[in-house]
T-cell receptor
C-alpha cells in the first residue's frame, strides 16, 4: 500500500531556532501533499497544501513566512517552522493522496519548543 | 456552519459488540468523498474507509462499514465485533469537488473506548 514517511517523529528545540520536518512518499509520486496541525485531543487543522514545483497554498491565518513549505520533488515535501516559539509546540502531520488508496498520512511529528 | 459534524466526543463499547460512530456533513457540491480515519494514541492517522458521493452501495472494508445516507447527509461508521485495539480517536472527513482537488475537512473526532 501507499506509504508516507515523516521525519522526525519528535523534536525538542529551543525558542528562536528553526525546525525542518520531512514528508516522503515512499512508493508513489505525490504532486500534492498536505500539512496539518493538531492540538491535543482536537481535530486536524489544515495548514497548507504543498504543490510540487510551485508555491504552497496556505490556509487563512497561517503565516507563510513562519511555516515554510518546499515541495521540490514528487516524493518530498518539507515544512520548516522558523523562529519557533513555545506556542508552535504541536503535533504536525502530513498527508498525500494516491489514487485508489485515499489519503495516506505520515506518522506525525511532535514538536516541543522550550 | 461546520462542514463535518461528529456529535459524539466519546463512546464506549463492550468488546465483541458493534458500535456506530456518527458523522453528518454539509455541502452543496454534488461531487464529494467521505473518509474515516483512526488515530491511536501514537498519533498516526490510519485510513479506514472511503465513500464517494456517486457510489451506489455502502462501502465496506473488513469489520468497517459506512452507513451512507445521502438524503440525510450522514456517513456513519459501523465497527463490527469490536476489539480492544479499536480504542482510538476516529475522524470523519470530507473532500469536496473533483477527485484531484485534494483538500479535506475533518470533524472534531470521536474517542472510542473498547471495554474488555
Amino acid at each position: 500500500g501507499a506509504v508516507v514517511s515523516q521525519h522526525p517523529s519528535w523534536v525538542i528545540c529551543k525558542s528562536g531556532t528553526s525546525v525542518k520536518i520531512e514528508c516522503r512518499s515512499l512508493d508513489f509520486q505525490a504532486t500534492t501533499m498536505f500539512w496539518y496541525r493538531q492540538f491535543p485531543k482536537q481535530s486536524l487543522m489544515l495548514m497548507a497544501t504543498s504543490n510540487e514545483g510551485s508555491k504552497a497554498t496556505y490556509e487563512q491565518g497561517v503565516e507563510k513566512d513562519k511555516f515554510l513549505i518546499n515541495h521540490a520533488s514528487l516524493t518530498l515535501s518539507t515544512l520548516t517552522v522558523t523562529s519557533a516559539h513555545p506556542e508552535d509546540s504541536s503535533f504536525y502531520i502530513c498527508s498525500a493522496r494516491r489514487q485508489s488508496y485515499g489519503y495516506t498520512f505520515g506518522s506525525g511529528t511532535r514538536l516541543t519548543v522550550v | 456552519a461546520q462542514k463535518i459534524t461528529q456529535t459524539q466526543p466519546g463512546m464506549f463499547v463492550q468488546e465483541k459488540e458493534a458500535v456506530t460512530l456518527d458523522c453528518t456533513y454539509d455541502t452543496s457540491d454534488p461531487s464529494y468523498g467521505l473518509f474515516w480515519y483512526k488515530q491511536p494514541s501514537s498519533g498516526e492517522m490510519i485510513f479506514l474507509i472511503y465513500q464517494g458521493s456517486y457510489d451506489q452501495q455502502n462501502a465496506t472494508e473488513g469489520r468497517y462499514s459506512l452507513n451512507f445516507q445521502k438524503a440525510r447527509k450522514s456517513a456513519n461508521l459501523v465497527i463490527s465485533a469490536s476489539q480492544l485495539g479499536d480504542s482510538a480517536m476516529y475522524f470523519c472527513a470530507m473532500r469536496e469537488g473533483r477527485a484531484n482537488a485534494g483538500k479535506s475537512t475533518f470533524g472534531d473526532g470521536t474517542t472510542l473506548t473498547v471495554k474488555p
